[in-house]
C-alpha cells in the first residue's frame, strides 16, 4: 500500500504543485471534480470485477491514492495546458488520455494493476478519453459562471 500512496499520490502532487503552482485556481476547481469521476470510475470497475489494485485485500481502499493523487493532478494539468495554449482541447484530451494510459499499462506491466473480464488498455483508452472529456466539459461549465477560471 505504501507504494501505491508513493506512486499514485505524493509523487503525482509533487510535480502538479511545481506545475500549477502559478494557476491554484485550477486546482480548486478541477481536483474535486476529476476525483469524484475517478471514484465513480473505480467504484463501477470495482464491483464489475474489470480490474483490481494490488493490495487486493483492503478492496478499494487500494485505489485511494490514485483517485486522490495522480487522477485529480492530471486533470488539472490538461485544464492547465488548455488555458496556457491555443491547441485544439481534443487534441490535448488525447494526449492527456495517452499519457494516463501509460501510466497505467506501466502499473499493469508491474503487477500493480490486474484486468479481468475482457477489460484491456483499449477499454482503459476510452474511460479515460471518457473522464477528460467530463473535466473539461466541468471546466467549461464553471468558465462560463465565476471569474479567474
Known amino acids: 500500500m505504501l507504494i501505491n500512496v508513493i506512486i499514485g499520490c ?5 510535480i502538479g504543485s511545481y506545475f500549477l503552482r502559478k494557476d491554484s485556481v485550477v486546482i480548486l476547481h478541477i481536483a474535486p471534480i476529476a476525483s469524484v469521476i475517478a471514484f465513480a470510475f473505480d467504484e463501477i470497475g470495482y464491483h464489475m470485477k ?9 478492496g478499494v481502499i487500494s485505489y485511494l491514492p490514485y483517485n486522490l493523487g495522480v487522477f485529480p493532478v492530471i486533470s488539472c494539468l490538461l485544464i492547465y495546458t488548455v488555458r496556457r495554449t491555443s491547441l485544439n ?5 488525447l494526449l492527456f488520455t495517452c499519457g494516463k494510459t501509460l501510466f497505467e499499462f506501466c502499473l499493469v506491466i508491474s503487477g500493480k494493476v490486474r484486468y479481468d473480464h475482457g477489460w484491456n488498455l483499449g477499454w482503459t483508452s476510452i474511460s479515460y478519453v471518457l ?3 467530463l473535466c473539461y466539459s466541468w471546466y ?4 462560463g459562471r465565476s471569474q479567474g477560471v
Open 10 to 14: 505524493i509523487i503525482p502532487w509533487c
Open 50 to 58: 474489470w480490474w483490481s489494485i494490488t493490495p487486493t485485500g483492503p
Open 89 to 93: 482541447p481534443l487534441l490535448l484530451i
Open 131 to 133: 473522464a477528460c472529456s
Open 140 to 143: 467549461l461549465m464553471i468558465k
